[in-house]
Every structure is written in C-alpha cells, then in structure tokens.
C-alpha cells in the first residue's frame, strides 16, 4: 500500500509542476541593462535641456534674434525627447504591486526633473514673451529709419536746388581732403582759422599796391590806429589787418549781416545749406551765376567799406572799378577776385555761426584792456615782459574771439609796448 501511495504522489507531481515566482525585471520584460541605458538615456536628455537653456540665456546678451530662435527650438526638441522617454517608461513598466526602495529613489528623482521641466517651461514662456516685445521695439526703430530716410530726401531736393547734390557734396570732400560737413564745433574752429588765414592773405596785395602807388606805410599805419608802439617795423602791417577784420564783421551779430533777404523765414531755415552749397564754389563762379545774389550784394558793399576810394584811385589812376561795382558789376581784377576770396570765408563763417541753435556769439576787445591768456592769443609769440614793468595791453584786435558751447576761441590781438625776445 505505501508502494502504491508513493507512486501516486510522484505520478501527482509530474502533473502538477511547482510554480516559482518571477523576478521583476522578467514580469516586466526589462532587464536591468535596458533599464540602465534607460535611465543614461534620461541624464544626458536633461544635460543636453539644460545646456539648450543656457544657449537660450546667452542670445540674449547681447539680443540676437536668429540665436534666440534656434535656442528657442532646441530646447524644445529637448523638452519632446523627455517626453518620448517618459511615454516610453510606463509604456513598458506598469505600475508593480511592490515597489523596492531602489525603485522608488528613480521615482522620486523623475519626478524632480518632471518639476525641473515645468520650471524651464515657465522660462521659456518668460522669454517668448520678451521676443515678442523685442520684435516691438524692431518695429519702432524701423519706423524711425523710414522716417529719417524721408526726411533725407527732403534734405536732398534742398541741395540739389541749390545746385549740390549729397553725393557731390560727399564726392568733393574726399577728393580734396575737406573737413566734415557734419556740423560740429570742430568745422566752427576750423572755419576761424579759415577766416584769419585770408585777412592775412587779401593785407598782403593790398600792402604791396599801396606800396607800388608811393604810400607812405607808416603814416597810413598811424591812421588806422595812432600812437601804437610797435616792437619791430614790420609788425605795421597788423594795423591795416584789423582795419580790414574791422570792416568785414561789421554787422557779423545780425543773422542777416546786414542784407535785406526776401524770405526771413526760408533763410533761417537754408544758412547751413548755403553753407554746404558755397564752401565748394570757387567765389567768381557764384557771383557770376546769380550777381544779384545775397553773397554777391554782401561782395560789393564790403568791397567798398574796405577799400577807400583814394586807394583805388591811386591803385588804378581813375574809379572805373569801383563805379563798376556800385553799377552792380563783378570784375574780374586781380584785387576784386584776392577780395572775393575773403568775403567768401567771412560769409561762410557768418552762415555758420546762426546754423548753431543757440548760435555762437562773437565778443570783441578794445585798444587798451589788459591781456588776458584766457580771452586773447597774441599774434607775436616771441614777446616777453620784464620785471616792474606795466601788464601787456591790446594795441590792435586783428581777429575777434567767440563762444560756442561751453568753450572759447581766443580773440587774436597785438600788445602794445611789448619787447621781442632776441
């Protein structure tokens, strides 16, 4: 009987084999070097979000819009494969009844990028909306572009009905090396020095034909300005350079130099375009294209006012020029075009001067105020001044000074009873 018993018991077991439970990588159909490469897989997702997000920061430092896009979708592409990876884990490994320890320190750090995520969702939010405002502010600027280029071409038409186009203008000043046209305080100094240097140069002609006529040099000198003492002989020619600045910046102050224009309001408007339209001009050339012209009125009165009658009645033995020139008339004489020169310079220092808002304003010295190195530069640099003796006082304003902005050009003046330096 216990034969028989044994025998039924094994007979029992072949048909009913013992049922072992499963570990869970195998319930799972995941084994742990899937779940490894998983979880790698995961790590370098979040590196390469963060490393899109840090791109994301830097485009906007300095603001650069292509970068800013392109960061922009990247970390969206990021943010999409963390997705497909999270899709893919419970697609693969539902929920187990037990969860080991080890299991749940994976879910707990999932759920801190899952947080980290929502976190770089919100910032990425934060900087499509200050795109969008850039993208405002582009908008502006361009609309302030459109609107600078229509006034450019406002200011075009000017000049060319001026007879000077802005490529001509531009043209002309890099093929002969001019100063900018900009204007700036610096085209104002050079503009002095312009105006200085031609005094200088229209004195020069006007010394030698009183000379080749018998003036008497000295006692025309101590006409202009009496009882100067001179250092040196030759220092009489700065007499008859102030009385020729004298008489080229009377009226300088009045916007209009003392001329009637026929539309006040169009010419405070046009100085400065005058200015661009004459400074490349050789001056018989604008006087002979338009005579009448307020440039040309201004040639012919000074003219007169600089050069007295009795000179030029000595210079030519008769007043055919100047009765020429008071008919209205331009000669071409070789003193009336050294003259022109000048007038041009002043005149265009004068458009100048009222093309500034505020304009600059002149000053002038008078014979007999004490030097002073702030308000004044002498025209002889070599002078010296010994012990005991009087403070150097103005004998002679060859070239009045002025103010613009907050700094000063200095008057250039000649010191009476000063002493050369050996």
């Known amino acids: ?62 603001y650069d819009p292509d970068k800013i896009q392109a960061a922009d979708k990247l970390v969206i592409s990021e943010l999409k494969n963390l997705s497909e990876l999270k899709h893919f884990y419970r697609e693969h490994n539902p929920k ?20 980290l995520l929502k ?55 890099g093929e002969r090396g001019q100063f900018s ?16 240097r031609a005094i200088h140069d229209f004195s020069k002609p006007l010394i030698n034909m009183m000379k080749a006529a018998g003036w008497d040099l000295d006692a025309a000198a101590n006409s202009i300005e009496p009882s100067i003492v001179y250092a040196k ?3 009489k ?10 008489r080229m910046f009377i009226g300088f102050q009045d916007e209009c130099f003392g001329m009637k224009p026929d539309n006040q309001a169009e010419m405070k408007e046009s100085l400065y375009q005058e200015y661009l339209s004459l400074r490349e001009m050789d001056p018989l050339d604008a006087v002979g294209q338009n005579p009448d012209s307020m440039f040309g009125k201004f040639c012919q009165r000074k003219y007169l006012d600089v050069v007295h009658q009795k000179m030029e009645a000595s210079f ?48 002038q010295v008078k014979r007999g105020n004490e030097f002073s ?25 060859v070239m009045p000074g002025f103010w613009i902005g907050g700094s000063i050009i200095q008057s250039q003046i000649y010191l009476t009873g000063i002493k050369v330096a050996e």
Request: aromatic share 6%.
């Open 1 to 62: 009987m216990q034969h028989i018993g044994a025998k039924d018991t094994q007979l029992r077991e072949s048909s009913n084999p013992k049922v072992h439970p499963q570990p869970m990588e195998d319930a799972t159909n995941q084994s742990p070097e899937a779940m490894e490469a998983l979880v790698s897989r995961i790590f370098t997702n979040i590196s390469s979000l963060k490393s899109a997000y840090i791109q994301l920061q830097a485009a906007h430092t300095p």
């Open 237 to 246: 020619k700065y007499a008859f350079e102030s009385h020729i600045c004298q």
């Open 181 to 196: 046209v900009d204007l700036s305080p610096d085209l104002f100094r050079s503009a002095v020095e312009a105006a200085s």
């Open 119 to 173: 976190t770089y969702e919100v910032m990425v939010k934060k900087f499509q909306s200050e795109i969008q405002n850039k993208d405002s502010e582009i908008v502006q600027l361009e609309q302030q572009i459109q609107d600078s280029s229509q006034k450019r071409v406002k200011l075009e038409k000017n000049l060319k009905l001026r007879g000077l186009s802005t490529k001509e203008s531009e043209g002309s000043s």
């Open 316 to 363: 030519f033995g008769n007043l055919d020029q100047r009765n020429y020139i008071v008919g209205g008339g331009h000669p071409r004489t070789a003193l009336y075009q050294a003259f022109l020169k000048l007038a041009k310079v002043i005149w265009l220092l004068h458009r100048l001067v009222h093309s500034f808002d505020p304009p600059v304003k002149i000053f």
């Open 373 to 397: 190195e702030v308000y004044m530069e002498s025209v002889v640099k070599d002078f010296v001044v010994e012990d005991g003796d009087e403070k150097p006082k103005v004998g002679l304003m």
């Open 233 to 235: 002989r030759a220092h």
């Open 96 to 115: 187990p009844v037990c969860v080991s320890p080890q299991d749940s320190r994976l879910a707990a750090e999932i759920q801190e990028q899952q947080s």
